[in-house]
Structure formats: C-alpha cells, structure tokens
C-alpha cells in the first residue's frame, strides 16, 4: 500500500517537474538539496581541519609555516602518493573535477554527476589540501554540492531538467557555505554554471543557498572566512590606483590563465599517475622554499587584510601562488581554482597599497587588499557579478560597491578583452580535450522536460482494422494516432485524415479492413524518448534520427513500456517560443 502511494505521488511529482512552471515543488526540493549539500560540505570541512589540526602545533589548520623543512617537504609527496592509489583504483577514467566538471556535466549530461565522481572529489581534496597543495575548497565544494543534489534527484527519478536545477542549488550551497556568503553561492551558481536568470531557478537556488549557509553556521558559528572590517572609500583620490589596480589584477589573471592553459596542455602527454607526482614533487619544493603558499592559506590573506605582510614577501607570494597553484591545477589535482585566486588578489591588492604609501599616497590596506580579491577572482574566473556580491557580502559595507564595481570590471575587461582569455574553468575543460559551448536556445530547452510539451490527446491502434474499430478509436476525439508495430510504433497519423476517409463515399460497401499504414495521410516517423529527457535531449534524437515525432514513454516493468504522450518538432519549438 505505501509502494503503491509513493509510486503514484513521485509519477504526479515527476511529471509535473517537467513543466517550467512548477515553482512549489522545486522550492521544496531546492531546501532539500541545500540541507543535504551543506551537511556534506560539514563533513568535508571537518575531515579537512581536523586532519590537520592533528598535524600542526597547537592545532592550527592553517599553519604550515609552523612545520619543519623536513616535514613540509613530505607532507606533499605523501599527499601525492595517496592521490596516485585513489585514483589508479578508483578513478576509473575520471581525471577532471571541481566546477570545470559541473560545467560539462551541466552542459551536456543535464547536470548528472557520478557517485564516483563524489567520493573521488570528496577524499581526493581533502587529501590535496591536507598534503600542502596549492588549491582551494570552493572547487570541492561546488562539486560536492552539485553532485550531493544532482545524486538525490537520480535517486528519485525526477525528470532531467529538475536534476539540472538540482545541480544548481548544490553549486550555490557549496558557495554559501564556504564563505557565509548566501547571495553570492546563487550569484555563482546562476552566472557561471546555470547561465540562466528565471523565476523557476532562481527560487529553488536561493533557497537552497540559505539553507546551506545555515547549516554551515550551526556548525561552524557566524564568524567571516576572512576577517574583514567594514571598509569604504574615503575620498576619490584613490580612485587612480583603484584603476591602476584594475589592470594588474586583469594582467595577472590573464598570466593565471595562460599558466594553466600551457601547463595542462603540455601534460596531456604524460599519464595521470605521472602528473600527480610531478605536482607533488612541485609542492614539495615550495613547501621548502615558500611555505606561505601551501594549502588553501586563509591565514595570509588575514594578514594581507591587516597590512602585516612586508613588501618584498607580498610580491614573493604573488608569484608563488600563481605559480604554485598553476602546477598543481594544470597536472590535475583535485581542488579549486576561487581559493587561490582571492590568495593571489589579497597580496596583489596588498602589494599596491604598500607602493602607492610608498609614493606618498595614504591608501587602506585592506580596501586595496579586498579589492585585489574581487578584482583576481571577477577576471579568473569571468564572474564580475558574483566577485562583487563576494565583496559586498563579506564586508557587510554598502560603500564598497562603487569602488568595486570599478576594479571588477577593469579586470575582467583587462583579462577578455586585452588579452583575449576565457575563464579559469573553460580553460581547464578544454585544455582537458572538451569543449564548451552553451547558447540561449540550449538554455530554454534545458529547463522543460518533454512531459511538459507533450501532447497527451492520442490512441494507439494496429495497423489493420476494422470500420467499427476505426470509428471507437475516434470517439475520444484524438490528435493522434499511434500506429503499433510488432515490437514499437511504427508511425504517427493524425486523427483527422482517419476521420475524413471514414466519411469518404466507398465504391465497395463490402469494405470492412482499413490499412492506416495506407490510407490517404500524413504518417510521421516516431522514435521513442524517455518520460526523464528535456526538450533538448528530444530534439537531439530527431535530428540523429531524421525522425519526425516522438512518443514519451517509460519502462514499468521488464518489456513492458507505458506511452505518455506524443511530441513533434513544432511542439518543441512552440514551447520555446
């Protein structure tokens, strides 16, 4: 009795999920994905910092500094060899994680991510992070919310463009929950990896944003990730610096780019196993000669934040982070890409604060240095919306707005436009050998499933019949006609043409048999789609297939398959439109 109701309450949810219009349901699912992402990324964060609260003095997860030569230097090759076993038996042909995946899986697989591809990411970045490796958590956690969403709307079997939105909503918890920055985790997830502005998106990702971060706070409490006053710009004589800023941090971005780009390709030669360990033996080596740069190094951008940081060492770890987190993400370590970015814009913001005090001008540390921030990652990642949201968000300041929209978009411009890059995460996918390419008409048929454009006025019938059959078959005034083969449907005849040859004066009365496959009419050729499939995927199948019409359907039991309705180019184009 209760696998009865659930059966026939998931099959109404199922269907009615696959028009644009089901706000109700997708909040209710958007909550559900943001609870479950941010206990994930919970448990992530804790395996994290607890694994290296045990290994440093006194339990500071950060601190690296603190550790001997010796133990800084092993730590990364350590790490390396662990990554190497993960992947060797466990990889199975997965190389590429973090958001460069989201993005290909939301792209062409309608945001279906593996549970494999879950567990790799899981303990492969904690692995990465705890060894020393230059990389970030945002990326794991992008990837963790995403495929924690997109695993629970498979388990389900919700129709593939709710898993998509699912998907989403896990993007955008993985970013909330990161920084205690809700609007800027929807901000992300709607700009970089939905590419989509719509009342059915936007609902379910903020929701899920929110509750996220809620979890995150009970657990982790309210404090930043950075410890950032309120800061705003005093007086419009910085504004020249700020721009002067602007441009470096899109220079620097575009060199971030091109160091990866040139890395990943030139190491597409070498087997994975190989690029890890030549990633660790790079950790290892800063680990030796610049330990500030190891891990996801929140401590320096505290610093940096605070003015504390010398000039002579800020320009050190403006290059060694670049360079650092450039090996490590270009051989394939499984972290992120917005860590290291917002590290690279703290001490580059830091850096021309000091040489503007230098010159005589009196500039706030750490507005230059929060400004670097939004500045590397709005132009790294070609995010300017969700970088200056970031901003805004973790300074509880109106004032920073103008000043940062002004760097934001400086650098971004700098890094497009002047030195032609796209972002860090298509540089990664393609320099991985996939492409990416998303268009608005992609976009719109992505977000309806075929159950919402289909038409459900048909009957099925053989071929061969008999009058009276033909006449009962129209009584339910159908659309359509689906014409039965021995082992699918053969073709699609309307209703009507059935109806005017009934009406048609016979020259032998004696006729009883009417054959549909030859009646005068329009007969389309059908392919079958699944109930699960957007408008996108159905399109797809008729343009590999050369077929005319689709019949919706879905396997109840084994060789039996029950048909929902039928679909036709003009269908899907009028649902477009």
Not at 149 to 173: E, H
Not at 289 to 301: A, C, E, F, H
Request: charged share 15%; aromatic share 8%.
């Amino acid at each position: 009795m209760i696998a009865r109701w659930w059966r026939n309450n998931l099959e109404r949810l199922q269907l009615q999920l696959a028009k644009q219009d089901a706000l109700f349901p997708l909040a209710v699912l958007g909550c559900a994905a943001g609870i479950l992402s941010g206990l994930v990324i919970v448990a992530f964060r804790l395996l994290v910092e607890g694994g290296q609260a045990a290994l440093f003095p006194g339990g500071d997860s950060e601190n690296f500094e603190a550790l001997g030569w010796q133990a800084r230097m092993l730590l990364p090759l350590a790490g390396g060899v662990g990554l190497i076993a993960l992947f060797r038996w466990g990889g199975k042909g997965i190389h590429v994680l973090g958001v460069a995946k989201v993005m290909e899986r939301m792209a062409y697989h309608q945001g279906y991510l593996s549970l494999r591809g879950f567990l790799l990411q899981f303990f492969g970045a904690a692995t990465a992070i705890i060894g020393g490796f230059s990389v970030g958590r945002e990326g794991p956690h992008v990837y963790l919310g995403a495929a924690g969403s997109s695993l629970m709307g498979q388990w389900m079997r919700l129709p593939n463009n709710s898993i998509r939105t699912l998907a989403g909503c896990g993007t955008a918890a993985g970013i909330a929950a990161s920084f205690n920055t809700p609007l800027a985790g929807v901000i992300f997830a709607l700009e970089v990896v939905m590419l989509e502005y719509t009342l059915a998106s936007f609902i379910p990702v903020i929701l899920a944003a929110a509750s996220a971060t809620l979890i995150s706070v009970a657990v982790f409490g309210n404090a930043p990730a950075f410890d950032v006053s309120a800061m705003r710009l005093s007086d419009l004589s910085g504004v020249f610096i700020i721009l002067l800023l602007g441009v470096a941090a899109g220079a620097l971005s575009a060199a971030f780019i091109h160091l990866v780009q040139t890395i990943a390709h030139h190491a597409r030669v070498l087997h994975h196993w190989q690029r890890l360990l030549l990633a660790a033996l790079t950790a290892s080596l800063f680990g030796l000669m610049l330990p500030q740069v190891m891990g996801i190094g929140y401590d320096s951008v505290d610093h940096a934040l605070a003015g504390s940081i010398g000039l002579s060492l800020l320009a050190l770890l403006v290059v060694g982070k670049l360079v650092a987190t450039s090996a490590c993400i270009g051989l394939g370590i499984p972290g992120g890409m917005i860590g290291p970015s917002l590290f690279i814009g703290a001490m580059l913001g830091s850096l021309v604060s000091h040489l503007s005090v230098l010159a005589g001008i009196e500039v706030d540390h750490g507005l230059f240095a929060l400004l670097g921030m939004g500045a590397m990652m709005g132009a790294s990642l070609q995010a300017p919306l969700a970088a200056l949201v970031t901003m805004m968000e973790l300074t509880y300041s109106p004032g920073i707005i103008m000043p940062g929209m002004v760097v934001v978009v400086i650098a971004s411009l700098t890094s497009s436009e002047l030195f032609g890059k796209e972002s860090l995460f298509i540089t990664m996918l393609k320099a991985s050998g996939m492409d990416y390419t998303s268009s608005p008409v992609h976009v719109a048929l992505r977000r309806m499933g075929v159950a919402g454009a289909m038409n459900k006025s048909f009957v099925r019938s053989d071929a061969n019949i008999d009058q009276n059959k033909a006449a009962a078959l129209l009584e339910a005034r159908p659309v359509w006609i689906l014409i039965n083969g021995e082992e699918s449907p053969l073709a699609l005849l309307r209703a009507a043409d059935l109806a005017h040859y009934l009406d048609q004066e016979y020259e032998d009365e004696d006729q009883r048999t009417i054959d549909l496959m030859a009646i005068p009419g329009k007969r389309l050729e059908v392919h079958s789609v699944h109930i699960r499939a957007t408008l996108l995927e159905a399109r797809k199948i008729l343009d590999q297939t050369s077929m005319e019409a689709l019949y919706v359907q879905r396997q109840t039991a084994p060789g039996i398959h029950h048909v929902y309705g039928i679909l036709t180019r003009e269908m899907i184009e009028s649902a477009y439109q």
